[in-house]
């Protein structure tokens, strides 16, 4: 009897690795049972991310980690939620499909080995750079099949790409952070790669300047799929991984063109002259162009191995317009370094470290500007002391509460993940 | 009817005189509308085979008036529809002898347009297209596009997270959405999201995306918008079989191309659009692809190139390629016009709206075939074949008796069959009360608790659209029942490390 006793003192954490769906409800009907919270793990892989979970018990979905069926003229795939990511994307790639969300890696940014499972890969929902045309991984989860708090097997959504059939659970799924339901298996839409890229650089624009480039790229009508700005300071944590980029002690505006070959390069060149005002754009094309969006993509200038590896990391969105002007002033006002991603809608926040990570400031700012931020990267104890995730309004919180409440009544699934002190 | 709606409730009725007047309180004037000629034009919505007058109609013109409605509703326990344009092809915005209807239509105004941000902010009544209107003179325009666009309101397409034909490349409604303000059944107003890319928290404009107004009246909806492509061009192919045609679709995917649109009739629909808008289509084929790229000049002039090559290659009998916009509409105008074109050879006709995975085609329209001989009826097929949406159009005749009941048996059975390939029963038009009681074909029972769960959480009384979506209500109370698993008090026989 594993369960007997005191759990949180007299046991070790226990592991219990599911081999099938009916071995995750009966792992949560034991813990309903036991009324003994689970924690639930594909790699660990973003287990740093978040609160403290009041559990000894886990969950590991990595055996489940099977392809079931991978159809790329139907542009879907079905996965085990335990997939490791690596190999989906080799898979994929092996047909020239991707997830065309560009699903973030973290190793890099937390310091952690492992890519981590489609899983933890929709359940922390980070979308990379091309998420302003493409969507986040909400808009590529087709279906799933999960075990739900109450330890019952459900679906929600199907195989196809198009389809309004009940509520779209998958929506609360990604991005719910293991707190609503154990996910079992996934279908995801992949897409085409792109036959080439083209990345626009322009050098020496301050923020603000930046941002009304990114502006004017997006609100054009080349197809703009990624755009970033990364100002100089960024560059001193760390150049690995960005090439020649960096260390011309100038930022870097890219702009990035996807397609066929032909419109690709042709694209590039209408908006280099769309853009000429603000300056003349380098092109870099292909490999060179994906190195770099992959870099932007994993955050890599404050990587854990960089020279701000030991900085808290902050994850903000806002309306893409006000980027500049909010991700100016946290840098103005704390010392900290900020790259920007969505054409200005997000911004990765490096602050010096404090108690806590500048939290208040942080919110306050965001928030003045339509935005909302995550402590994406803080030790254990900063995090103790602030919330990860940002507060909601009153009302969307009790709202959310409720949403949750009808998944996992008792709570069993990652207790107290998402807010601080909800661990007892 | 075949469809049982929730029982009136008689108390509520007897107090209509008592309700009519605490709405006039809330919304003044020509606002409250009881009289019975009147109430006649919100007796139906697109499901027009389905009629019911409501108890009465309100249409308030502020978020306040339609909070202050729903708390007098909810404290009361009165039932509330909500309404957009009432376009819903699957009756979701029928109304209920007991209930208030809710109509958005007052709520008219574009707030605010935001091109450094590329967003919209709009009342729900606005319709579709009037968002593309309002923002193409700086090139922008709302990719979703409904066939219904003229007249459907954002709204309603937020409620039924509408499609249209360009969704396979620019996605439907939840993928064009950022926010909204929505009042709760108990008069709560909500602000979700905004006009960022991604909200904080679990995603609640997800999840009320295609709620079909059981969730909460949406006030405000902030929507990305999209600039237009430079240009748009035109296939339209002919096959002598329509597994040639799904042949062809499965390999311009597989090529890696992603059309703007890529849609299917086959013979019965061909010869309707025909003979209806003499589009030029080819009478002799068994199917019609009309496949249309859009963006810079140059990527459209190769692409239509290489599925130009792709359609030779599976055999195409016909193909023509539009050199202008006015033959590029023109091979539109046929599909546009389908359903209406279904309705000069047919008195009635029942649209289905399935989804199948798009290898499934040819044995789905095999299918379709066979029914129609069994249940003697005609049927026209058009289908979004680029996203394997499918609609048949079955003919019939509503005053020759049994008809109808034979139509929608036949149609039950194309959706079944839907959900037999792998697809599912709706792909854009809705559960409504239309598939409702089909549900359980896709969906456990525990599959739908889990669904109404979440309805709990937003509208415990049940009050909002009930009938609507789910094939039996549940009380909250008891979807909220834990049945703990006795003598399972430890972890199974797994592995652990």
Redesign the interface.
Known sequence: ???AGNFATAFPV??????DAK?VE??V??????EQPLEIIGHGSKRSIGHAMATN?VL?VS?LNAVTSY??????ITLQAGAPLADVLSLIDAK?QQFAFEPMNTAPLLGTPALGTIGGMIAC?L?GPR??KA??A??HLLGAHAV?G???????G???????????????L???WGT?SVMTEVTLKV???P?AERTLLLRGLDDAVANRAM?AA??????VSAAAHLPYQAFRARTEGLGDIAGQGEGVTALRLE??T??AS??AG?LRELLAPFGTAAVIEDDASSALWAAIRDVLPFAADGALGAWPVWRI??????GAALGAQLARETGGDVIYD?GG??IWAALPPTSDAHAPSVRQRAAAF???A?LIRATEDVRRGVEV??P??S???A??E??????D??SILNRGR?TRGATA | MAITMPASDQAVLARRAEIVAALRAIVPGEGVIDSAAEMRAYESDGLTAYRQPPMVVVLPDTTEQVSLVLKYCAAQGIKVVPRGSGTSLSGGALPLEDGVLLGLGKFKRIREIDFDNRVVVTEPGVTNLAISQAVAHAGFYYAPDPSSQIACSIGGNVAENSGGVHCLKYGMTTNNVLGCEIVLMSGEILRIGGKGCENSGYDLMGIITGSEGLLGVITEITVRILQKPETARALMVGFAEVEAAGECVARIIGAGIIPGGMEMMDKPAIHAAEAFVHAGYPLDVDALLIIELDGPKIEVDELITRVEAIANACGSTTCQISTSEAERNLFWAGRKAAFPAVGRISPDYLCMDGTIPRGALPKALARIRELSEKYQLGCANVFHAGDGNLHPLILYDANKPGEIERAEAFGADILRACVEFGGVLTGEHGVGIEKRDLMPEMFTEIDLNQQQRLKCAFDAQGLLNPGKVFPTLHRCAELGRMHVHAGKVAFPDIPRF
């Open positions: 009897m594993i369960f226990d592991t219990l690795k599911v081999r071995d009966e792992v009907r034991a813990a309903i049972a036991n018990a590991d055996a159809e790329p003229n139907e542009l879907i020239n929902g979308a998420r302003i969507g986040g909400r808009d739900s109450f330890g019952d097997s459900f679906k929600t199907g195989k196809v790409v198009k389809n309004v059939t009940g509520y779209d659970l998958c929506k609360l990604a991005g719910s609503l897409m085409p790669k036959e502006t997006l609100g054009s009508p080349y197809d397609g066929i032909a419109s042709h694209r209408s969105v806002c309306p893409p317009a006000s969505w809608g997000l339509g935005g909302h995550t995730f940002h909601q309004a009302g969307i919180a709202l959310s409720r949403v949750r409440a009808g998944f009544p008792k998402l």
